[in-house]
């Protein structure tokens, strides 16, 4: 099935990578910062994206072998989006829009799913690998078939349903036979609600800046740069879904080691940004020594 390309009225329509295919065009003025990048503050805004999903897999080296690959991967996938989503904002074309920027978004989730349904287990059984490769393929290979953002949409909403029923029922196994472990729960709690409120914010921009585009776009071409540039909602949203995405991961990855050590984990910060270490740790995880190799699990 072709692809109708959208183009915003009085937005050039093609650049030095060709003509723009994409069927999503952004609230932000085209090729006005650089004539190599489309979207300028909606291609830059994915760094901090970027960046915390390396930080999110240097901060698991020290973490135990059975989680580490897990949480790792998962943390990979934030960055992989992030770059994705760089190349998709920067050019304006299908492929990248779909291949780079989409389809990672639902091969994320199902690594999500897999952190969160394995839980502290040292693996997680081949059947469940599978049903976790053959969901997000089959979706890739139908939203490829037929590319209706619904169908990637819905599809993705429900592979997040599906993480929350196992956050839940990880949640209810936690240990609570101590003062100390049930701080720690209400601290992963509060995580949860931390990264539910980033990405929320940053939907809510986002709104807005889609429904109110004709009215930004004037506000931007009359108050100069500085205002153009903290009213890019699509960038915002980037921004605040990159630092609750990580935030979320940290949590489950916390909830994955506390279900079978509740006492030998903790959250710290590096820069604001929360991340899991052993208690005997005080540095970042990244820093430390690492210990003897063993065999991963994953």
């Given at each position: 099935m072709s692809v109708e390309a959208f183009h915003r009225v009085g937005q050039k329509s093609f650049g030095p990578w060709g003509n723009h295919t994409s069927s999503l065009d952004w609230c932000e003025d085209n090729y006005t910062h650089h004539p190599l990048v489309a979207e300028f503050w909606n291609t830059i805004s994915n760094l901090p994206f970027i960046t915390l999903g390396i930080f999110g897999i240097l901060s698991t080296f020290a973490l135990p072998t059975r989680v580490r690959s897990r949480a790792a991967l998962t943390h990979a996938f934030v960055a992989i989006i992030g770059m994705g989503s760089f190349l998709f904002h920067a050019t304006l074309l299908w492929h990248a829009q779909v291949m780079l920027d989409e389809l990672p978004m639902l091969w994320s989730a199902a690594m999500g799913f897999y952190l969160t349904r394995v839980g502290g287990a040292?693996?997680?059984?081949?059947?469940?690998?599978?049903?976790?490769?053959?969901?997000?393929?089959?979706?890739?290979?139908?939203?490829?078939?037929?590319?209706?953002?619904?169908?990637?949409?819905?599809?993705?909403?429900?592979?997040?349903?599906?993480?929350?029923?196992?956050?839940?029922?990880?949640?209810?196994?936690?240990?609570?036979?101590?003062?100390?472990?049930?701080?720690?729960?209400?601290?992963?709690?509060?995580?949860?609600?931390?990264?539910?409120?980033?990405?929320?914010?940053?939907?809510?921009?986002?709104?807005?800046?889609?429904?109110?585009?004709?009215?930004?776009?004037?506000?931007?071409?009359?108050?100069?740069?500085?205002?153009?540039?903290?009213?890019?909602?699509?960038?915002?949203?980037?921004?605040?879904?990159?630092?609750?995405?990580?935030?979320?991961?940290?949590a489950m990855t916390y909830l994955s080691t506390a279900v079978r050590q509740p006492n030998d984990f903790e959250f710290a910060t590096f820069l604001g940004h929360p991340y899991v270490r052993p208690k005997a740790f005080q540095q970042v995880p990244a820093l430390e020594p690492r210990r003897a190799k063993s065999k991963k699990g994953i």
């Open positions: 040292d693996r997680g059984s081949t059947g469940l690998k599978l049903i976790l490769i053959a969901i997000p393929a089959g979706l890739s290979w139908l939203y490829l078939s037929y590319p209706n953002p619904v169908i990637h949409q819905v599809a993705y909403a429900a592979m997040q349903a599906g993480i929350i029923t196992q956050v839940v029922r990880m949640f209810k196994t936690l240990p609570r036979d101590t003062a100390e472990q049930v701080r720690m729960r209400e601290e992963c709690r509060s995580q949860f609600y931390k990264a539910t409120a980033f990405c929320a914010l940053g939907f809510a921009i986002w709104n807005v800046d889609n429904i109110f585009c004709d009215q930004l776009t004037a506000i931007r071409s009359q108050h100069g740069e500085l205002v153009g540039m903290l009213t890019q909602g699509h960038a915002w949203w980037h921004l605040l879904t990159g630092i609750g995405g990580s935030r979320v991961i940290t």
